[in-house]
């Protein structure tokens, strides 16, 4: 069974960046697809971005489209968000999430395993 965890979180200034990343262990993390979601105080998680199996195909929510960037690398059983110009409206816990089945997942029910989060909190 893969575990995840992820670091990277942080307080920055709206305007500013971070990387997260999100460790799996275990040798069969390239059989994941990824995504990373967040969910704010009283708001249900959502799903802010997605990549295959092997990173052909991505997915990011409207809000985070040309800000964050989500990429893995297998070798280093890794998945990456770089998020640039943050928002105080993109403070959350974050967390990554892995799924067998191939292709994209939109929603947390169609992720198999989770990390245990990262905050991210931005100031105005």
């Known amino acids: 069974q893969v575990q995840l965890v992820e670091s990277g979180g942080g307080l920055v200034q709206a305007g500013g960046s971070l990387r997260l990343s999100c460790l799996a262990s275990g040798r069969t993390f390239s059989t994941y697809a990824m995504g990373w979601f967040r969910q704010a105080p009283g708001k249900e998680r959502e799903l802010v971005a997605a990549?295959?199996?092997?990173?052909?195909?991505?997915y990011y929510r409207d809000s985070v489209k040309g800000r964050f960037t989500i990429s893995r690398d297998n070798a280093k059983n890794t998945v990456y968000l770089q998020m640039n110009n943050l928002e105080p409206e993109d403070t959350a816990v974050y967390y990554c999430a892995g799924r067998v089945a191939s292709g994209l997942g939109f929603s947390p029910s169609e992720y198999d395993i989770w990390g245990q989060g990262t905050q991210v909190t931005v100031s105005s």
């Open positions: 990549i295959t199996r092997i990173g052909v195909q991505t």
